[in-house]
């Protein structure tokens, strides 16, 4: 297993697609079933600096996660995937299709009765709308990582903190020994955090490597001399030292899987006991489970087992109550055997265990 890292500079923009209903509130059926429309969808939208897709989706059809099916790619707008502030977002018909269609340029209002003319624009990939709120998954996304045990032996890590210090900060000195660069080589310190096990079998899946600080070797030698930096947390000895980064786009479209998939929550980052919308929590199931970046999952709280005092003749048996549903999230890292997913949406408590599915 190897040790996956992600930054936060990518912002990128990503290809925006919405199923739509047909006519009036009707369905618009694929695969022999119905994709709901939102009761209060607009005819139009005018994209304000600040929106995300998934907002945007929610605006149109009750279930977001469907919007890969017909958003009306236009031609003569350049980047014709991505939408930007200004941008207006038109329902219309195509071969009596419903489409959501993206018009760019000077347009004085999004009433339906304007003309709107697009032309061709230059934009930054970074000023173009995300799926999701990407403050909420910044920091993680910078510093979330998950580490194999027998990786975590061979990582650098700090022995002792210059003048005894028991816990060090940002421009405190760290003595490390290992492997390290040479002098100005820059590391991430990483305190070794929750073990990650499988409820299904007890396999332990990794360990969460909980951001600590940044560091640059100023000396090298055995022990070298690491300068902390960005500190969000006390470096203490025993952290380990973290090199290179791996890339993280945001351009994956939500939706469901293409398989089943029934798995549990089995950490939330930050140790919370009960997890609220834009929370970020790790599941077991990932790339070998079929799952990928933008996958979208229903969270159910399990029903519990009562007594039944009442019925005479089931005196005392125990029930089993239905699941209840009790929010959604969608997947945006993965790994071989579990993901990382943010909670879009929490319709009741949500908790470690609680089960995962596809949405219905």
């Known amino acids: 297993m190897k040790i996956f890292r992600t930054n936060g500079r990518s912002a990128a923009a990503l290809v925006v697609s919405m199923a739509l209903a047909t006519a009036a509130g009707g369905l618009f059926a694929q695969q022999g079933g119905g994709i709901p429309l939102n009761p209060a969808h607009p005819d139009s939208y005018v994209v304000k600096k600040g929106d995300t897709l998934w907002d945007i989706s929610s605006m149109f059809l009750r279930d977001p996660w469907y919007w890969p099916e017909i958003w009306h790619v236009n031609p003569q707008v350049e980047n014709p995937h991505l939408i930007f502030p200004g941008d207006v977002l038109r329902l219309v018909y195509v071969d009596g299709q419903p489409r959501i269609q993206s018009s760019r340029g000077d347009v004085a209002s999004a009433s339906g009765t304007d003309r709107l003319s697009p032309r061709i624009r230059e934009e930054q990939l970074t000023e173009a709308v995300n799926t999701i709120p990407y403050e909420a998954i910044a920091p993680f996304l910078s510093r979330g990582m998950v580490l194999a045990r027998d ?11 210059r003048n005894d210090h028991l816990i060090g900060a940002s421009g405190n000195d760290a003595y490390v020994r290992g492997d390290v660069g040479g002098v100005d080589s820059t590391y991430s310190v990483v305190h070794i955090g929750q073990r990650l096990v499988d409820p299904d079998d007890g396999d332990l899946l990794g360990y969460e490597g909980v951001y600590v600080a940044e560091g640059r070797i100023r000396r090298g030698g055995d022990p ?17 030292l973290v090199s290179g980064t791996e890339p993280f786009p945001l351009q994956f479209q ?9 798995g549990q929550i ?9 997890i609220g919308q834009y929370q970020v929590i790790v599941i077991n199931r990932g790339e070998r489970h079929g799952l990928e970046p933008g996958h979208v999952l229903s969270v159910w709280q399990a029903g519990s087992r009562v007594s039944d005092n009442v019925d005479s003749r089931l005196f005392g048996r125990k029930v089993q109550l239905p699941d209840e549903l009790a929010g959604t999230l969608m997947v945006f890292k993965t790994y071989d055997r579990l993901s990382y997913a943010l909670v879009m949406q929490a319709e009741g408590p949500i908790h470690r265990l609680d089960n995962v599915r596809n949405p219905s």
């Open 151 to 161: 990786e975590i032996d061979g990582l650098p890590h700090i022995v002792a903190l």
């Open 266 to 274: 089995i950490h939330v980052v930050d140790g919370l006991t009960q």
């Open 224 to 240: 070298a001399t690491l300068t902390l930096s960005e500190s969000q947390r006390e470096a203490m000895k025993g952290d380990r």
């Open 254 to 262: 939500p939706r469901s899987p293409d398989r089943p998939v029934e």
